[in-house]
């Protein structure tokens, strides 16, 4: 059964809750995790696409949109609104407003919110979803 760690910012800002998703990102790269980001819809992973590239100067991470088509190689992060291949269900990095229907393999999942109304009240629907589910909640706040 996964577990689930939710991040809470204390800013209301987009832009900061991105860029703490990026670093998380790139944690996670670093120890040789290969994760899946879902997002929204094709604009919110083009910016995370955008961001991963640029948010730290000398960072480099590997990755691509996810379009349906597999990669040709697998250590590269994917960053998409379908949902997660197989071979990167492991770890998912939920950015987008949705539950993420995580799979059997499902170990990790990583939501990031903002202090805005709109990304909480989204992010503690899903929180209920994961209780009903049986899986373990940390919670991890003054960021």
Do not use: Q, W
């Given at each position: 059964m996964a577990?689930?760690?939710?991040?809470?910012?204390?800013?209301e800002s987009l832009q900061d809750r991105y860029l703490f998703a990026c670093k998380l990102?790139?944690?996670?790269?670093?120890?040789?995790c290969?994760?899946?980001?879902?997002?929204d819809d094709d604009e919110q992973s083009q910016l995370i696409?955008?961001?991963l590239w640029t948010f730290r100067a000398g960072s480099f991470i590997p990755h691509q949109i996810?379009?349906?088509?597999?990669?040709?190689?697998?250590k590269v992060i994917l960053i998409g609104s379908l949902t997660a291949p197989e071979p990167w269900q492991h770890t998912l990095f939920n950015l987008s407003a949705?539950?993420?229907?995580?799979?059997?393999q499902t170990?990790?999942?990583?939501?990031?919110?903002?202090?805005?109304e709109t990304t909480k009240v989204a992010g503690r629907d899903r929180y209920r979803q994961y209780q009903k589910s049986g899986m373990t909640i940390t919670t991890h706040k003054d960021w």
């Open positions: 577990e689930v760690s939710f991040y809470i910012l204390p800013t990102i790139e944690k996670a790269y670093r120890s040789g290969f994760c899946y980001v879902m997002t696409d955008d961001l996810y379009t349906g088509d597999l990669p040709n190689i697998e949705h539950y993420p229907d995580p799979g059997p170990e990790r999942i990583l939501e990031i919110l903002d202090n805005s």
